[in-house]
T-cell receptor
Framework: GAVVSQHPSRVICKSGTSVKIECRSL??????MFWYRQFPKKSLMLMAT???????TYEQGVEKDKFLINHASLTLSTLTVTSAHPEDSSFYIC?????WGSGSYEQYFGPGTRLTVT | AQSVTQLGSHVSVSEGALVLLRCNYS??????LFWYVQYPNQGLQLLLK??????LVKGINGFEAEFKKSETSFHLTKPSAHMSDAAEYFC??????????FGQGTELSVKP
């Protein structure tokens, strides 16, 4: 099956710094990737849809200047949390769609990145 | 707008007992429906999906789900629970843009 990786799996950063999270599709090309945020004991909240070669589409209420998304290639999307604050601490998960697969809108999820801002 | 409702945020069963996790969807067009499982501190793994090919869908780990249009339901079942089934389960529907609309999740506990 299609595999999506995320790096790092865990990161701790100081308040005010920026941190970058990478999402890679390992064995397929993903024109569309998605970034989610998950709070403890909660469902996933879609933050933005990342399209290769174009600007990301952000969901309502998500600050695009704070959560910078870049999808420069068909296998890599990055999420940069800028000027991080403790309230940005969360579990961030990416997913990717294989447009040439038989997935019928199926998304393949990465293992997630635990961000802790101190 | 499409939505998904999972009935019961927490379900507890005994090992060997039937697992039933309920999901109802709201959709004006035939949807694509999914069940994903999430183990602690991990991403999501696809259990099964409905894409209109068959109403009874068999997935991994012995799970299956039946699409019932008349009831707008897509409940997840497994005849006999294992301890390893303890996890969070999400029912999702895909909208026409390919976005997944998530249910609120159901935490399954399995007692020995």
């Amino acid at each position: 099956g299609a595999v999506v990786s995320q790096h790092p799996s865990r990161v701790i950063c100081k308040s005010g710094t920026s941190v970058k999270i990478e999402c890679r599709s390992l064995d397929f090309q993903a024109t569309t990737m998605f970034w989610y945020r998950q709070f403890p004991k909660k469902s996933l909240m879609l933050m933005a849809t990342s399209n290769e070669g174009s600007k990301a589409t952000y969901e309502q209420g998500v600050e695009k200047d704070k959560f910078l998304i870049n999808h420069a290639s068909l296998t890599l999307s990055t999420l940069t949390v800028t000027s991080a604050h403790p309230e940005d601490s969360s579990f961030y998960i990416c997913s990717a769609r294989d447009p040439w697969g038989s997935g019928s809108y199926e998304q393949y999820f990465g293992p997630g990145t635990r961000l802790t801002v101190t | 707008a499409q939505s998904v409702t999972q009935l019961g945020s927490h379900v507890s069963v005994s090992e060997g007992a039937l697992v039933l996790l309920r999901c109802n969807y709201s959709s004006s067009v035939p949807p694509y429906l999914f069940w994903y499982v999430q183990y602690p501190n991990q991403g999501l793994q696809l259990l099964l999906k409905y894409t209109s090919a068959a109403t009874l869908v068999k997935g991994i780990n012995g799970f299956e789900a039946e699409f019932k249009k008349s009831e707008t339901s897509f409940h997840l079942t497994k005849p006999s629970a294992h301890m390893s089934d303890a996890a969070e389960y999400f029912c999702d529907v895909s909208d026409l843009t390919g976005k997944l609309i998530f249910g609120q999740g159901t935490e399954l506990s399995v007692k020995p």
